[in-house]
């Protein structure tokens, strides 16, 4: 925090002779920092402010009273008389919310149907359900018993985090005004791509919207959010959804980092949202229209002028599960894309045949005994632009609430975020959290490999599906025993308890450099000959650099080498800089490996996951490199 403060307030308070080209709401903020700037003569670790500030974390994170508080405070006040700092919680609070570091309360109706908010403000129930804006609370008095009288507390709240302030503010501090511009003036044009003005969603954007492109202190934004339960214990089902934002004005090396993230929305849980999350976004989609509709005026401390600043949300980041509730469109089963067939024995939806992304020459396309027992002559599916799904989501019906029956069909709501002017026309408008993924196929590679009963995904019923397609006859189950009994055949990459001690000893004895993951040695069990309990940068690195190693010391070459391929593929897909020619070949070669990997690995093997491999390479050439999403 102290930091923070440090850095984005220093030049603040020294500006003292430069007030020709603020506007009023700078000049209020500037005279808020100078009279907090001295917490008592000569003290140069903390200002007034930061203490301030540091005090109420604290008083967050432990949960004091707002009476505590006070007493504090006033504590504090005599013991040392000549200490600057608000004398109660009211006064701390005010000083925060002056920042612009404060939030507005919305209540929600618990069934997710509507926000009362605007012209719904003052109802005492949902619209849409009935169902109470309160829970009225008994409160007995201490004083007069048995007597009681009644309060009402809110079922759900939303808290809103201005968006509008917080970028404001980013153009107060004259540094950091001045890192806006970075990417126009700083940033090297040449064939590396290094930052999403390199990419061609910005070009395109800039090209669509040329009055927007004039200024390059006009904010470009990208959005995420996910479920987390912030109560540290698996046992309480809980989903609280932050949502966050990130400038890409910024250089690279401070786009990503957590004291430049803007939190927009905090969406109680304890369910969680699923298409329902509309509702809650329409604050921040109501900022993000005044920022780009009538735009806002905003203090640039580093040109000493006042200017109308644009803001635009380029895109968003999550996860494969967040996209459907971000987007809108179905991510499970057949509906999550058109290459996807049910396995009937294994009761699961598999997405192979990426055959069809392959030249049309291709001798695998004709090979049916290796893959899904098809001749191949499907073309590769377009990808949508945002004015053919907006044509295709014009008789989609809306309609929030827990209530409501679910809708059949790809599509399940038109996404609030079209009500974005511009939104139709963003080339790259939802993006996949690569390390996620990431995650997935290394639990997948390990799982089978290792044999581990509750991550296999070569069983009896992956057998069976063989079968039925009329592929690799050598891997169907055999009756035995009189018929009473199935022989399951050891598959290429079955490996035997010694080549599995082997595998897990070399993750187990491996010594990484401090920084580049946790203690992996933890999660590997020798006796069990399992791999388990690694988190997802674990899974990152271990895909990387370290898996490659048992790979080609243990498996023969025919499945060795795509799993390396493999492991290459992410190495060079998550590469700072990176070059268009790069990207074509990285195209070529993950449709090559995941061909290899169809003619190896069981049909229940190929999930979602493993498909979404074919899209991230264009996701790069959309947005730039991965460390951005």
Same mark, same amino acid.
């Given at each position: 925090m102290d930091a923070l403060l440090n850095d984005r307030f220093r030049d603040v308070a020294q500006a003292e002779g430069i007030k020709e080209g603020m506007n009023e709401d700078a000049k209020k903020f500037y005279n808020l920092v100078e009279e907090a700037s001295k917490l008592y003569p000569d003290c140069n670790g903390f200002s007034m402010l930061s203490f301030t500030i540091q005090l109420y974390l604290l008083?967050?994170?432990?949960?004091?009273?707002?009476?505590?508080?006070?007493?504090?405070?006033?504590?504090?006040?005599?013991?040392?008389?000549?200490?600057?700092?608000?004398?109660?919680?009211?006064?701390?609070?005010?000083?925060?919310?002056?920042?612009?570091?404060?939030y507005k309360k919305i209540d929600a109706c618990p069934n997710d149907c509507m926000l009362y908010w605007k012209e719904y403000e003052k109802d005492t129930s949902c619209h849409e359900c009935g169902t109470s804006r309160w829970i009225v609370h008994p409160v007995v008095e201490a004083d007069v018993l048995p007597s009681k009288k009644y309060h009402n507390i809110h079922v759900k709240t939303l808290r809103h985090?201005?968006?509008?302030?917080?970028?404001?503010?980013?153009?107060?501090?004259?540094?950091?005004?001045?890192?806006?511009?970075?990417?126009?003036?700083?940033?090297?044009?040449?064939?590396?791509?290094?930052?999403?003005?390199?990419?061609?969603?910005?070009?395109?954007?800039?090209?669509?919207?040329?009055?927007?492109?004039?200024?390059?202190?006009?904010?470009?934004?990208?959005?995420?959010?996910?479920?987390?339960?912030p109560y540290r214990t698996m046992s309480?089902?809980?989903?609280?959804?932050?949502v966050v934002l990130m400038a890409y004005n910024f250089p690279p090396w401070m786009s990503i980092k957590q004291e430049y993230f803007m939190l927009s929305l905090l969406i109680p849980g304890p369910k969680s949202l699923g298409n329902d999350i509309d509702i809650y976004l329409q604050p921040l989609i109501e900022d993000l229209k005044k920022l780009w509709e009538v735009r806002v &005026?905003?203090?640039?401390?580093? /040109?000493? #002028?006042?200017? =109308?600043?644009?803001?635009? +949300?380029?895109? %968003?980041?999550?996860?494969?599960?967040?996209?459907?509730?971000?987007s809108g469109w179905s991510t499970k089963g057949k509906l999550a894309c058109?290459?996807?067939?049910?396995?009937?024995?294994?009761?699961?939806?598999?997405?192979?045949?990426?055959?069809?992304?392959?030249?049309?020459?291709?001798?695998?396309?004709?090979? &049916?005994?290796?893959?899904?027992? /098809?001749? #191949?002559?499907? =073309?590769?599916?377009?990808? +949508?632009?945002? %004015?053919?799904?907006?044509?295709?989501?014009?008789?989609?019906?809306?309609?929030?609430?827990?209530?409501?029956?679910?809708?059949?069909?790809?599509?399940?709501?038109?996404?609030?975020?079209?009500?974005?002017?511009?939104?139709?026309?963003?080339?790259?408008?939802?993006?996949?959290?690569?390390?996620?993924?990431? &995650?997935?196929?290394?639990?997948?590679?390990?799982?089978?490999?290792?044999?581990?009963?509750?991550?296999?995904?070569?069983?009896?019923?992956?057998?069976?599906?063989?079968?039925?397609?009329?592929?690799?006859?050598?891997?169907?189950?055999?009756?035995?025993?009189?018929?009473?009994?199935?022989?399951?055949?050891?598959?290429?990459?079955?490996?035997?308890?010694?080549?599995?001690s082997i595998f897990c000893d070399?993750?187990?004895?491996?010594?990484?450099?401090?920084?580049?993951?946790?203690?992996?040695?933890?999660?590997?069990?020798?006796?069990?000959?399992?791999i388990s309990g690694y988190k997802t940068h674990d899974a990152h690195f271990m895909l990387h650099y370290l898996l490659q190693i048992p790979f080609k010391g243990i498996l023969p070459d025919q499945i060795a080498v795509p799993l390396i391929g493999l492991?290459?593929?992410?190495?060079?897909?998550?590469?700072?800089?990176?070059?268009?020619?790069?990207?074509?070949?990285?195209?070529?070669?993950?449709?090559?490996?995941?061909?290899?990997?169809?003619?190896i690995f069981p049909p229940s093997f190929f999930d979602i996951m493993i498909h979404l491999l074919i899209h991230l390479a264009n996701e790069v050439r959309l947005g730039g490199p991965v460390q951005f999403r």
């Open positions: 008083k967050c994170q432990h949960g004091w009273s707002n009476a505590s508080f006070t007493s504090l405070l006033e504590l504090l006040k005599e013991a040392i008389p000549n200490l600057n700092i608000p004398t109660s919680f009211n006064k701390a609070k005010t000083m925060v919310r002056d920042l612009g570091l404060d985090f201005s968006l509008i302030l917080w970028l404001q503010r980013l153009f107060m501090c004259s540094a950091t005004a001045k890192i806006m511009r970075w990417h126009d003036e700083e940033c090297r044009k040449n064939e590396k791509l290094r930052h999403p003005t390199d990419e061609q969603s910005w070009k395109d954007f800039d090209n669509h919207h040329t009055n927007y492109a004039l200024d390059p202190r006009n904010m470009r934004l990208g959005l995420s959010s996910d479920g987390f339960n309480i089902s809980h989903s609280t959804w932050p &005026k905003t203090y640039d401390a580093s /040109k000493n #002028e006042t200017f =109308q600043m644009y803001a635009a +949300l380029m895109w %968003t980041i999550s996860d494969f599960l967040a996209y459907a509730i971000l058109p290459c996807s067939n049910y396995l009937k024995y294994s009761r699961k939806t598999c997405y192979m045949g990426h055959c069809a992304f392959l030249p049309e020459d291709h001798p695998w396309r004709a090979n &049916k005994r290796s893959f899904n027992g /098809k001749v #191949e002559h499907r =073309q590769a599916p377009p990808l +949508l632009s945002g %004015t053919e799904t907006l044509s295709q989501l014009e008789y989609v019906n809306n309609s929030f609430g827990k209530l409501k029956p679910k809708k059949d069909g790809p599509w399940k709501k038109r996404s609030i975020f079209f009500d974005l002017p511009y939104w139709q026309y963003n080339t790259s408008r939802h993006n996949l959290d690569v390390m996620h993924i990431e &995650k997935n196929i290394v639990d997948s590679i390990l799982g089978t490999l290792l044999d581990i009963s509750s991550k296999t995904k070569d069983h009896t019923n992956a057998g069976y599906d063989l079968q039925e397609m009329g592929t690799r006859k050598n891997l169907h189950p055999k009756k035995t025993n009189g018929r009473k009994n199935v022989k399951l055949v050891k598959a290429c990459y079955s490996m035997t308890n010694a080549e599995k070399v993750l187990k004895t491996t010594k990484l450099p401090d920084g580049s993951a946790s203690n992996i040695s933890r999660c590997v069990n020798l006796l069990e000959r399992r492991g290459s593929f992410f190495r060079q897909l998550c590469q700072k800089s990176i070059t268009l020619q790069e990207i074509d070949q990285l195209e070529e070669d993950i449709v090559t490996i995941l061909c290899q990997l169809e003619r």
